[in-house]
């Protein structure tokens, strides 16, 4: 079965300050990855997909970005970073209609 | 594009007491539903869901849930709480041509013994 590895688990960055989320996958091939966060209060929001390597897509504007330079590794990235980013990511892939998460990142920007 | 609405931001139940968490979705075609929970301090875990067939769900812990297609409605319930059942819990709606999940706000449970 799928495994997700996310790190790290948790980060406090300065405004203005990069990004650079990481998560690979095991177990699978040509996954599905998908990049969500949760805000304080709200539910979890889409940020990106990727149905293969180079392939992202965006589901709402903001001052992320992701990449997938390889199959089972999806990076989220920032080169300066907002109050706004505080929250918890989760990466996620699926298989099929299967969805697997991982552990999440709980990002802190002050 | 789909949307899930859960109405109970913040539920406050009694141990023993029944639960029923409401939620809908908008898509007029075949969805794929599910429910998740997040217990505090851990990953998201899948609860139940619905392909096809019976519309009644059974899930893990004793929870069910109902889907009612005329009502674009996935309703979770539990007879009887427990303290543990303590946690986050979120809708989702995986439309039939893709994989992409779409969340729900989700409802806060907290259970008090």
């Known amino acids: 079965s799928q495994t997700i590895h996310q790190w790290p688990a948790t980060l406090v960055q300065p405004v203005g300050s990069p990004l650079s989320l990481e998560c690979t996958v095991e177990g699978t091939s040509n996954p599905n990855l998908y990049w969500y966060r949760q805000a304080a209060g709200r539910g979890l929001q889409l940020l990106f997909y990727?149905?293969?390597?180079?392939?992202i897509s965006s589901e709402v504007p903001q001052n992320l970005s992701a990449s997938r330079p390889q199959d089972r590794q999806f990076i989220l990235s920032s080169k300066k970073l907002l109050l706004s980013d505080s929250g918890f990511y989760l990466c996620?892939?699926?298989?099929?209609?299967?969805?697997?998460f991982g552990s999440g990142t709980q990002l802190s920007v002050l | 594009a789909q949307s899930v609405s859960q109405h109970n931001h913040h539920v406050i139940l009694s141990e023993a007491a029944s639960l029923e968490l409401g939620c809908n979705y908008s898509?007029?075609?075949?969805?794929?539903l599910f429910w998740y929970v997040q217990y505090p301090g851990q990953h998201l875990q899948l609860l139940l869901k619905y392909f096809s067939g019976d519309p009644l769900v059974k899930g893990i812990k004793g929870f069910e849930a109902e889907f009612i297609k005329s009502k674009f409605s996935f309703n979770l319930r539990k007879p009887s709480v427990q303290w543990s059942d303590t946690a986050e819990y979120f809708c989702a709606v995986m439309v039939n041509a893709g994989n992409m999940l779409t969340f729900g706000g989700g409802t806060r449970l907290m259970v008090k013994p």
């Open positions: 898509y007029g075609g075949t969805v794929n």
């Open positions: 996620a892939c699926s298989s099929g209609t299967k969805l697997f």
């Open positions: 990727s149905v293969g390597i180079g392939q």
